[in-house]
């Protein structure tokens, strides 16, 4: 049901399909059927597999002939790949655009000459290193995220024994899915990700003739949203963790708990209540923001705002009902747009919410419609439904992508970047009432990581967790997540060391996206090991138990890296 | 700053409300139906990423790719 309703909600996209993805990463119809029943070569076969435990990673451009994914012999430990916009070679039955590689085929042609082959020849062979291409991150350059990333969920050095207990099957999401960082394309790309690497872990399972558990690791994040679960690809994780499968163990997701704690991205409207929405120039990309209403029964009052754009005039929305309107200047541009839907809410309950878009602040051509920067005016009107909750929508340009989006935020009276002492706050002050107007950094937590059984993990500093970095989000209670990791070496020195795309080559990188994998890496290892942890409070628990010392619990020592992470 | 300019409150054809539906994604469907700018071509489909040209709705990709996605819930999801 949840499957079907992505699908529907994204039908349009999967209409448009020609105007996204590369047209050679299109399936054409004369391109050879493959039928493929094999994963991986017998010799990163699990020697037992009653002690694996697959590790699942969607991310984005994965190096998957990368060293730390091979054995000792070279063969490859990346069970199955779905590079979402690769070159299509051949034609899957359930392969919608893009390239599938299982680790076989990997090593048929890196290792089936006799004279291994590089990496950067195993790219080409399989058209993710092509100059003539079109732009984004791909395989040619040395930084990452998805080598970071897979790197720490799953790269084990080649000689060690226990990376062959761990068979990885990854996507790699496709560049226009990722460079929007608002979300608006994602979704689709990310719930058919976890469909791929169920199917695939599935069928590697009947080829094991053994029920595999699952960890997936999803290091992406949005800001805005309900933060209830109701997220389609919430959903879609609660009801895949939360239901037995029959071929399956456990299967368990992992995400980070979001980057976004000193954002000025969330905060709570009072009726009569009025913020600030400070949209930056030079932004390339619409901007979004979202105005949720409490949950009650219906019928519910319509919410309603006045909107002051900078250097104009205020106007207040006039929905009788649910509805879409625009707000057009003197010239006719759309100035903004609104939209105004009733969500169910659990029960008989439902909320509003409202959502306000307006063009770039710089124009994609000459006499498209541009939105002037500076302060939009908000204020919720003494009569409407609230107190509402206000979310501004991430929309930040990726480091390595062209420049894209700038992130705006919100300004608020009585805001505090600092404390007085100079420190970056953390969770909202006690007496800073529930209802009242103000920019919150409570609730700042990774919008796709709200569900009941995911893992939130947040981001510490060092190998001890000595403090939490300034930008990790926090859940509504204040906390930073179920587990922490260490994802900076101190406050003074952030980051820590991963593996960049080719060779031993290393990048410095930071954010709870680091933390996440580490926490997959862990809770795979401790499934392999036979542990029965089947839901967020057993693994927290077994956390504590292994002396991972705070509340929550850090996983700092979890074993050997096969590199130095600089910690 | 230019010029104090006025907003016009201006309700949107019931259809494009319904194409979003009551629980779709307004800012998706604002990407895939921007701003025209006035006097531009009505309905013209807009470029969605560099390199790609603008395109119309194409039922054979559709086709193709829902049978695949549903293929694959089929192999990750049914009993």
Known sequence: MIAQATLEKYRALIDRLPGFVPPDALIRPGLPLVDDPEFLSPQALPPDPGRCAVIGVIDHAIPFAHRLLTTASGHSRVAAIWLQDAPAQDRRCDIAFGQELRGHAIDHYRLGTGARRGEAQVYRRFGVIDPARRGGVDLQRMASHGAAVTALAAGFAPGDPQGLDHPLIAVSLPDFSVADTSGSFSPLFIQAAVFYILARARALARALGQKLPVVINLSMGLTAGSLDGSALVTQLQDSVASQPDPLLGPVQFILPSGNSRQGRLRGTLAPGGTMQWHLPPDDRTPSALELWGPASPLPQPPLRLTLQRPGGSAIATQFGGPGLARLLDDTGHEAARLMLQTLPAGGDHWRQRLTLIVPPTRPAAPGAPTAPPGCWRITLCADSPGPCTIAVQRDDTLPGFRPGGRQSGLVAEGYRRRTPDGHWPEADPDNLPPGATAVRRNGTVNALATGQTQLRVGAAHGRGGQGLPPYGGLLEDGSPGDLLAPADRSANMPGLLVPASRGRALQRSSGTSLAAPRATRWLAMQLAAGADLTDRASIVAAASAQGHAGAPPVLADIGPLPWRDGL | ?79
Do not use: F, K, N
């Not at chain 2, 025209?36 to 470029?47: C, R």
């Open chain 2, 1 to 79: 700053m230019g010029p104090q300019m006025e907003l016009t409150w201006t309700p949107a054809p019931q259809h494009e409300a319904d194409r979003i539906g009551a629980t779709g994604a307004p800012l998706t469907d604002y990407m895939l139906h921007p701003p025209q700018a006035p006097g531009a071509q009505v309905g013209a489909p807009p470029a969605l990423w560099p390199g790609c040209a603008a395109s119309a709705p194409d039922p054979a990709t559709e086709q193709a790719a829902c049978g695949a996605l549903e293929a694959l819930i089929t192999a990750a999801l049914d009993p």
